[in-house]
């Protein structure tokens, strides 16, 4: 997106809360790969999701440094609604805790240390909205794994479905990343038991409804 246009929207659009902007700075400056933080359109854009879904139980798959958490804690109706956190990373969890206990979102939010496969069975219910954010190479067993816990009518939503448009892109198909990504996309298109759309906000956001 053209830095201009980008400038223009970030005036236009609800104004980045002071914790998040803090969380991204100290992201930048302390971790590695920052790129991976959602930031201030992304971030609204979750919350604004969150709001519209209504969701009392979501899952996250992919904390980092808890950015887009914090986001989607921020547009739960209540504190009885709640978001669970995997991250595989145990480096990241000191930093992760320090950022969500100086936020009053924290209630909300229970970080997960762990592999995916390993963690979600220890959480119980089923799920209105699932985030997906992690490692690409896994994006298709990660599909597999949570489908069967998303409520019927519930939502996933898959970041970085377009990989800086590599998907579609035929000399990139020996990258491991963009091949995790592309098998996702081809799992989800053939899916009929679920509704999506492919939304091309920053590296592309996947929607995707349970029917």
């Not at 979501?58 to 991250?87: F, K, M, R």
């Not at 969500?100 to 997960?112: A, G, W, Y």
């Not at 896994?138 to 489908?147: A, E, F, G, K, P």
């Not at 053939?190 to 995707?208: F, H, N, Q, Y």
Request: with cysteine; glycine share 6%; proline share 4%.
């Amino acid at each position: 997106m053209d830095e201009h246009l980008q400038d223009y929207i970030l005036s236009h659009i609800d104004a980045e809360p002071d914790n998040l902007r803090q969380l991204y700075r100290d992201t930048n400056l302390q971790l590695l790969y920052p790129r991976m933080c959602s930031g201030h359109l992304q971030g609204r854009l979750l919350k604004m999701l969150v709001r519209m879904i209504r969701p009392q139980l979501v899952l996250e798959l992919g904390t980092y440094s808890g950015y887009s958490a914090l986001c989607l804690a921020e547009g739960l109706d209540s504190d009885n609604a709640h978001v669970h956190t995997i991250e595989i990373d145990d480096e990241l969890e000191d930093f992760i805790l320090n950022h969500f206990s100086q936020s009053p979102m924290s209630k909300r939010i229970t970080l997960h240390i762990g592999d995916v496969a390993d963690v979600l069975p220890e959480i119980p219910g089923q799920f209105d909205l699932i985030y997906i954010d992690a490692n690409k190479r896994h994006y298709t067993r990660y599909y597999h794994d949570v489908l069967p816990r998303l409520r019927q009518g519930g939502f996933i939503i898959a970041d970085n479905t377009l990989w800086d448009g590599k998907v579609a892109e035929q000399q990139h198909k020996a990258d491991p990343q963009t091949e995790g990504i592309m098998a996702f996309n081809d799992l989800v298109a053939a899916d009929e038991r679920v509704e999506k759309v492919i939304i091309p906000l920053r590296d592309g956001l996947t929607l995707i409804r349970k029917k």
